[in-house]
């Protein structure tokens, strides 16, 4: 009993150290790109432009590809249901309601971070194994106002525009 207490005791305080690590970094971001250029300090708009054209152009020839399959795959599988009930009319309007709503969305944000997070998170893993992290820090650049920020303003205005994108396939 008592070794149950002390898992249990150790996942809660570890739950706590990373809650407090996370919200530490949504307070670091949210002031790198949102107060910081108010005050002056500068944004990296050619960083994010680049994380744009990474993160999100060249995402949308794949959106594009698995949203008209997976639309054309519930239309065929609507259809031949809707068939039994003489119901064939509404397989349009089904399928522009289905995808609009739900897998359009869904799908592109699987997509994304399938695709792009998984580069993120392996371009800051090197970062971090080379010690190219350390270096920024010693060289007193702040490393989410340096890698994190243009990465996820990137990520807010990209992944909407991808959704629309794959609402109109």
Same mark, same amino acid.
């Given at each position: ?16 150290? /990373?809650?407090?690590?996370? *919200?530490? *970094? ?10 910081? =250029? %108010? ?49 064939? %009319?509404?397989?349009? /309007? ?16 699987? %997509? ?9 998170a392996a371009e800051i893993g090197t970062m971090r194994v080379s010690e190219e992290i350390d270096a920024l820090v010693s060289l007193a650049i702040? =490393? ?5 920020? =243009?990465?996820?303003?990137? *990520? ?10 794959? /609402?109109?396939?």
């Amino acid at each position: 009993m008592e070794t149950i207490l002390i898992y249990l005791g150790k996942w809660a305080i570890s739950i706590k150290n /990373d809650s407090k690590k996370i *919200l530490g *970094l949504i307070n670091s971001f949210t002031y790198w790109a949102f107060v910081a =250029p %108010i005050k002056g300090k500068g944004l990296r708009f050619k960083e994010t432009v680049h994380q744009m054209v990474r993160i999100g152009y060249q995402a949308v020839p794949l959106v594009f590809l698995i949203s008209f399959f997976i639309g054309l795959i519930m239309a065929m599988q609507s259809a031949y249901q809707l068939r039994k009930f003489g119901a064939e %009319i509404y397989v349009a /309007d089904l399928v522009a309601v289905s995808v609009t709503r739900e897998l359009g969305p869904l799908l592109t944000a699987i %997509i994304v971070a399938a695709r792009s997070g998984s580069s993120i998170a392996a371009e800051i893993g090197t970062m971090r194994v080379s010690e190219e992290i350390d270096a920024l820090v010693s060289l007193a650049i702040n =490393p989410i106002k340096f890698l994190v920020v =243009p990465k996820l303003l990137a *990520l807010m205005i990209v992944l909407p525009c991808l959704t629309v994108l794959s /609402d109109l396939v």
